[in-house]
């Protein structure tokens, strides 16, 4: 079965600053991997999604990830964080060829300082 | 196009009451996900339906929780003599054939 490692619970961010937010997973093949965001009160919003082909996937709202096999990691980054990024992200895997569930991981807490 | 909606955004049960939680998809989405949210942790997946069928319940509690999503109407998750425990957010997502979920708002359960 597969599982995620998200190991930073809070990163807290000046605005104007980079953000990398990070995502370890376990899977024996190539996963189906996401980022999520939550806003408070809210349900989830895909932000980006890889699946096969281009290790450097880009999202919405300024967003990108990128796909390392050999580490196991898909670290969400964004070069400029604005206020409105605080929220709570979420690093997602799926099992590939299966049934699309994703398991979650239990997410980051980005809070952004003015 | 009205993305995934469901009903209530909050309910409120007493202990030994029951609690439905209803999800209507996507227009043209035929698959429905339920999801449970404990505070300050990540989605766990409950069960997985199409029209009139369970695929997946393996994430659901073996007694007092059941889902249906039938030919017409939402999807329905229901919750038999609620505890304390239960407290949690419910989301639901729809897809169309293994493919992107897009998830509901969510209902927020408080069990006083």
């Known amino acids: 079965a597969q599982s995620v490692t998200q190991p930073d619970i809070h990163i807290t961010v000046s605005e104007g600053a980079s953000l990398e937010l990070r995502c370890n997973y376990s899977?024996?093949?190539?996963?189906?991997l996401f980022w999520y965001v939550q806003s408070p009160g809210q349900g989830l919003q895909l932000l980006l999604k890889?699946?096969?082909?281009?290790?450097l996937v880009q999202g919405i709202k300024g967003f990108e990830a990128e796909f390392k096999r050999s580490q196991s990691s898909f670290n969400l980054r964004k070069p400029s964080v604005h206020w409105s990024d605080a929220a709570e992200y979420f690093c997602?895997?799926?099992?590939?060829?299966?049934?699309?569930?994703?398991?979650f991981g239990r997410g980051t807490s980005l809070i952004v300082h003015p | 196009n009205a993305g995934v909606m469901q009903n209530p955004r909050h309910l409120v049960r007493r202990r030994g009451q029951e609690a439905r939680l209803r999800c209507s998809p996507m227009?043209?989405?035929?698959?429905v996900y339920w999801y449970r949210q404990l505070p300050e942790e990540g989605l766990k997946f409950m069960v997985y339906?199409?029209?009139?069928?369970?695929?997946?319940e393996s994430g659901m509690p073996k007694e007092r929780f059941s889902a249906e999503f039938p030919k017409e109407g939402p999807s329905i998750l229901r919750i038999q003599q609620v505890v304390r425990g239960d407290s949690a957010a419910y989301f639901c997502?729809?897809?169309?054939?293994?493919?992107?979920?897009?998830f509901g708002p969510g209902t927020r359960l408080t069990v006083l």
């Open positions: 890889y699946f096969s082909g281009d290790t």
């Open positions: 997602a895997v799926a099992a590939s060829g299966g049934s699309y569930i994703p398991t």
């Open positions: 227009k043209g989405h035929s698959h």
């Open positions: 339906l199409q029209k009139e069928n369970i695929i997946d």
């Open positions: 997502a729809s897809s169309l054939e293994y493919n992107e979920q897009f």
């Open positions: 899977y024996g093949a190539t996963p189906y």
